[in-house]
């Protein structure tokens, strides 16, 4: 079982809607992350929080807009999607962002596509 | 800038058979490499990590990773496969470890275990 729960496993939504991918880790990591992945190849980073505070934004379009309401909860809100969106949205922890080599942990992911 | 290749799109290896997955780098400083899994419908999964100390590092499910200095490589081995260990492979290298923001990962290595 994953110790990052990512909800919904799969979206699909219209270019016009807006909708909302959450993530939730009750591991006590102050480090979160975005990634998106399409098939076949490795996770693109979008966004790092750490410590509730942005940290990175990887240069994403305004389409994409990521909240960190809380230590354990992560949000990616979507808007005015394009179908090149259409991947797996990946959200990691690790229990920081520095320090000596530590592991990201995964969700399962959420499948979106965009129609 | 740091990086990590994997030269091996596949890689097929039979049932019982000794498996390895290449991984090579590129870094200043020390290097802070990693090996995570994807299953199919899956998020990553950590395997092992090096750091520092001993060049074998043994990890999750039997894997195991050594890491040679010389021809900067951390090679993925198992010495005997399970058609379970079928499976996408990524070969990554923490960028940055003092500050400590970033995952980079190889393209990915797809592994299949015949039976």
């Known amino acids: 079982d994953t110790e990052v729960t990512q909800t919904p496993k799969h979206l699909v939504m219209g270019m016009t809607n807006k909708k909302s991918l959450k993530c939730e880790q009750h591991?006590?990591?102050?480090?979160m992350y975005w990634y998106k992945q399409k098939a076949k190849k490795p996770p693109e980073l979008m966004f790092v929080y750490s410590y509730e505070k942005l940290s990175i934004n990887e240069s994403v379009p305004s389409r994409f807009s990521p909240e960190c309401p809380n230590s354990s909860l992560l949000n990616l809100h979507l808007h005015a999607l394009q179908p090149e969106d259409s991947a797996l949205y990946l959200c990691a922890s690790s229990q920081t962002t520095g320090g000596s080599g530590q592991p990201q942990h995964f969700g399962d992911g959420t499948r979106l596509s965009i129609l | 800038a740091q990086s990590v290749a994997q030269p091996e799109d596949q890689v097929n290896v039979a049932e019982g058979n000794p498996l390895t997955v290449k991984c090579t780098y590129s870094?200043?400083?020390?290097?802070?490499l990693f090996w995570y899994v994807q299953y199919p419908n899956r998020g990553l999964q950590f395997l092992l990590k090096y750091i520092t100390g001993d060049n074998l590092v043994k990890g999750s499910y039997g894997f195991e990773a050594e890491f040679n200095k010389s021809q900067t490589s951390f090679h993925l081995k198992k010495p005997s496969a399970l058609v379970s260990d079928s499976a996408l492979y990524f070969c990554a290298v923490r960028d940055n470890p003092t500050g400590g923001f970033k995952t980079i990962f190889g393209a990915g290595t797809r592994l299949f275990v015949k039976a």
């Open positions: 591991m006590g990591h102050r480090a």
């Open positions: 870094v200043s400083g020390n290097p802070y």
